[in-house]
């Protein structure tokens, strides 16, 4: 439904499942339903509200500890965080997101989520100037896809 862009009804289904998942005290899903309702927000151009909520499921994952739902957070946050930072022309805190995921999919050896993470930051090094940097965090990321 997120996908399909029927948000109001993405939204009611997921209050029922954020209700039940706290019922049963499930962090995993309550992680999911947070991660999944950002991507409505974020497709919303709500990009604060997106950015909140995911850092919610990243507290949660952190405190659980689930280390792939942190993983997904952190990229998630740094897709929104770039979107945001490109809207306002600031890449600090993007930058920063991207590295601490980048480290998080290498520890956890999800190196092709560490690709996708590696373009977007070459992405964010491009918008910077910084073309020497895109061009060796790019042609590491190639290398690993081909691998893959």
Do not use: M
């Not at 965080?81 to 809207?87: G, N, P």
């Amino acid at each position: 439904q997120i996908l399909l862009q029927h948000l109001e009804d993405a939204y009611k289904n997921l209050d029922i499942c954020e209700a039940y998942y706290r019922s049963i005290q499930e962090q995993v899903g309550l992680i999911t339903c947070y991660r999944i309702r950002s991507i409505g927000y974020y497709r919303q151009s709500k990009f604060d509200e997106a950015i909140e909520l995911t850092e919610k499921g990243l507290a949660l994952a952190k405190a659980f500890p689930s280390p792939v739902e942190e993983a997904l957070c952190l990229g998630r946050l740094g897709s929104f965080y770039f979107k945001r930072q490109t809207v306002l022309g600031s890449y600090q805190q993007v930058e920063e997101k991207l590295l601490d995921v980048i480290t998080l999919f290498r520890k956890l050896e999800l190196s092709f989520w560490e690709s996708l993470s590696r373009n977007e930051l070459g992405d964010v090094y491009i918008s910077q100037g910084k073309f020497k940097e895109a061009r060796n965090v790019i042609a590491i990321s190639i290398k690993a896809l081909r691998d893959f």
